[in-house]
């Protein structure tokens, strides 16, 4: 905070603080001005110098003196020079408190960083440190047994859902419309503290005495609703520093957008309501319409306040997963005029340059967008699109980059397909990447660097038909010659901050349907590390759960590719689990490494016969339906105190 002040001044004597435009002496006598408030630095730092208890003079360099009289002047010059000089001086404090509360509300936010930050940053050291000591060591022993508080911490808090198991479970109304998931125990705790803050912070330093109560609560909301804008706009973001910076995914992140947006549209609607009392009490109702036609301050402001409202209001989870396009382009219209009338209503206001921050935060944002599609999509004929509908209802995307690209296991881009969607962008998991010789130049490489400049980089999606963009681009892989077409593409990415496995000797991946494609990579990545053992993993058991076994065909090249891996039989067990087989005789194993069974696994059991055996830490991954997920996440609390096991969930809830 840049300067240190006493909360409470005294009201005696407040008059000589004050003179009119009319005159420059200053005035000792509480008489009312007929012209317009002015006031003099040193009036003004006589005023705010002097603390209650002991006239004690403050540092000086201390104060932020700039800001704060711009802060101070330009507040109070817009009141009625019929104020008596105590109420100016409680009204200079409260301006005061706004300003030092702007400050606490910034505290928080860099201390969350700064905390979280400090975590990652020790998780991933022990992390590596556990991965250099496991390169030579089979048994791991050391890392199996568990620390009792870090096992119970994560038990208890971390890995736990809200109440006893339901966390990303969808609460359906019917196959398109949810109502949304609960967030866990952890994310609750922060959800709750920062709407509690923020409600003290309302009202903490009110002058709950004095006659101007409704007026400081006005304040007081407003400065808190432009504030939170800050971080509303920020974690809505695809390129949000921040997911790199602190390892968070944008599932987490995009649940913060929306409970601050939240907490953003309940300050504005107390700001708002705080105005329409003050002036109500005051006058009547008859001043409310008066004061939008009159003034600009008061039309900009309720547009923005209704614009939140709407915001809100066509936001819950069951307008957004029925109508995701028509719901889009309506949230981002009214964030842009929002954006807009705040931007006016705060002419000639400090509070201004915190809307100067969101639309530089936006504008960044977008831009990054703009530039990510250029760098990997232009040049070199563009990037191509292969579209095949497979069996189940579902899609494989093949798409031929127009650059190489580089990615993680885990890791997600945001397709565009004009031809079916048209400027919309969808996430979805990065299956499996290679690179391919481009045959399509007619010049013969003469150098190495020439071979690769040569090389492009082959990604593909397995997308399940849902609604809306899925829904139409299935039909026209459905109705095109052979099942598939071709067309052009832009892909943005790659996102995510992805998990590392390979510094757990044990590792266990969950998937349901197409959840296998966050598997996979995961799996050869582990492969390829044992064989070159450059990880600590010594055991993979991938457990896929899938309707038909004619869903095999969706993964089949590259587990194909995977089962031929060196070393690949000594680590990696795949069990697979059809849950609507047409017979039995569908079902057969095809080795001792590779196994088939109908129905639904027993997760609990699963994980308990691994934790038998365990190597080193283990670590659990799940990616697939919400209730799998639950499911998992509970046998891995009731078992995370026995032995080292680390949970991981691989979710888009929005």
Known sequence: MPFQLQPRYRSYGAGHLFHSSRSNKSHSTSTPWSGSLQFSEHSLLHLLLISEPSHEIVNMSSINTPLLFAVLATAVSAY????????????????????????????????????????????????????????????????????????ALRRNIIDAPLFRRRHNREFKL?????????????????????????????????????????????????????????????????????IKLLDISFDTYNLMHRWIGRIVVLEAVAHTAAWMASKIMAVGWNIIGKAMASSQLILTGTIATSAFIMLLLHSPSVVRHAFYETFLHVHIVLAIIAIVTVWIHLKTLPQQVLILGVIVIWVFERTARVAILIRHNVGRGGTKAEVEALAGEAIRVTLRMARPWKFRAGQHLYLYLPSVGMWTSHPFTIAWSQEE???????????????????????????RRRTGFTDSLWKKAENAPDGRFFTNALVEGPYGAADSYESYGHVMLFAAGVGITHAVPH????????????????????????QSPEHLEWIRPWMTEILAMEKRRDCLRILLFVTRPKSTKEIHSPSASVQMFPGKPDVGALISAEQAKQVGAMAVSVCGTGGLGDDVRRAVRERCEKTTIDFYEESFTW
């Open 80 to 151: 009625s020079p019929s104020m008596t000089p105590e109420q100016k001086a409680l009204l200079y404090d409260s301006y005061y408190q706004n300003h030092r509360i702007q400050w606490y509300l910034g505290y928080v936010w860099a201390a969350t960083v700064a905390a979280i930050f400090t975590y990652r940053i020790t998780v991933t050291g022990l992390r590596y440190v556990r991965t250099l000591a496991c390169l030579e060591n089979e048994k791991q022993h050391y890392f199996v047994n568990p620390h009792p508080g870090w096992a």
């Open 174 to 242: 019917s196959a398109a419309a949810s109502m949304g998931t609960l967030p866990g125990r952890l994310q609750t705790m922060y959800l709750v503290g920062y709407l509690a803050m923020n409600i003290a912070f309302c009202v903490v330093s009110i002058h709950w005495g004095g006659g101007n109560v409704a007026t400081e609560i006005r304040n007081r909301t407003g400065v808190l609703s432009v504030m939170n804008m800050l971080p509303l706009f920020l974690l809505a973001g695809r390129n949000n520093p921040l």
């Open 437 to 463: 010789q481009d045959l399509t130049s007619e010049k013969l490489p003469t150098d190495t660097l020439d071979v690769l400049a040569r090389r492009k980089t082959t990604m593909s999606l397995i997308i």
């Open 523 to 546: 799996a050869r990545q582990l492969v390829g590390g044992y064989a070159n053992n450059t990880c600590a993993t010594r055991k993979v058991v991938l457990v896929w759960i899938l």
